[in-house]
């Protein structure tokens, strides 16, 4: 009987059919770029695990933006303890036709009320008030910013006239206002610098020197950019100590966010620089 042959054939033919399909594989696998995809991938896994850290993507932005909420609170309430706003009794109105008369009439009225009180105490000032020395109706475009000094004025001397013991004089002028703000960086705030001479006790230029600083509900400080007192005195025997001050006083005005970006604080417009209108501090 001769040997069946079928079933070994048969079992060769898929032997080879198999390792035919392998070697295709094979060779498919090394001449694709499949080799570089997974390590690619690989790499890209572990940078993942790497910078995932403990805690998942969602909470940790969820958090970051809770943290930027809470400081734009903050730089708010820095705002508002540090810097002025022009109030509505300084305000032009939006259907006033006469922006400088009504300057002018706002500034009759100031200079009325302190004056009856600079009177009431003895009080020896300058009753222009730091203002041009005469009742002429400044131009429209003034307007505002005289009104805004206007009421800086108004809260440097009146903090003068509250004074436990009044002074002898005092004396007020005004420095053109400029904007200010980090060197390369949009304008930060406007300024509003005075400068108020007096002659008193020392009791009461510290008392003054301390007002200033001071900020009660709904209101606001005057910025102390600097302070000078000189003394008459020559003899020991003197009972109270009369003292000449200067202050240099400034009202600070932040500049809205939406309105920042029209100007950048560059070194040409720092103090000696090209521009008078902006000033760069550090």
């Not at 790497?50 to 309430?77: D, F, H, M, W, Y």
């Not at 300058?126 to 005469?134: I, K, Q, S, Y």
């Not at 001479?197 to 709904?218: A, C, E, F, M, N």
Request: proline residues 8%; aromatic residues 6%; glycine residues 8%.
């Amino acid at each position: 009987m001769s040997p069946d042959l079928t079933s070994a054939s048969r079992g060769g033919l898929a032997a080879l059919a198999v390792a035919l399909i392998a070697a295709c594989g094979l060779a498919w696998y090394s001449w694709s770029d499949q080799p570089e995809v997974d390590e690619r991938l690989a790499a890209a896994q572990s940078a993942a695990k790497s910078i995932k850290g403990s805690e998942p993507l969602r909470e940790r932005v969820e958090r970051q933006r809770v943290a930027n909420t809470e400081l734009r609170g903050n730089i708010a309430e820095l705002k508002k303890a540090a810097g002025f706003t022009v109030e509505p009794r300084f305000q032009v109105p939006p259907n006033e036709r006469e922006p400088g008369k009504f300057f002018l009439n706002r500034f009759v009225e100031v200079r009325q009320v302190l004056r009856e009180k600079a009177q009431a105490r003895r009080i020896d000032s300058d009753e222009r008030l730091g203002f041009p020395p005469d009742d002429r109706v400044p131009p429209d475009g003034d307007a505002p910013r005289l009104l805004a000094m206007l009421q800086l004025t108004e809260k440097a001397i009146g903090i003068v006239l509250e004074a436990p013991d009044p002074v002898e004089w005092f004396d007020i002028s005004h420095d053109k206002p400029y904007e200010t703000g980090p060197l390369n960086r949009p304008v930060l705030l406007s300024e509003y610098p005075l400068t108020l001479k007096l002659r008193g006790s020392l009791k009461t230029v510290l008392w003054i020197l301390h007002r200033y600083g001071q900020r009660r509900p709904d209101d606001y400080p005057l910025i102390l950019r600097g302070l000078s007192i000189k003394s008459d005195n020559s003899k020991v025997k003197d009972d109270v100590q009369q003292l000449e001050a200067v202050f240099q006083l400034a009202g600070m005005q932040f500049v809205p966010d939406d309105k920042r970006e029209g100007g950048t604080i560059t070194t040409s417009s720092a103090p000696g620089g090209g521009s008078s209108g902006m000033r760069a501090r550090p």
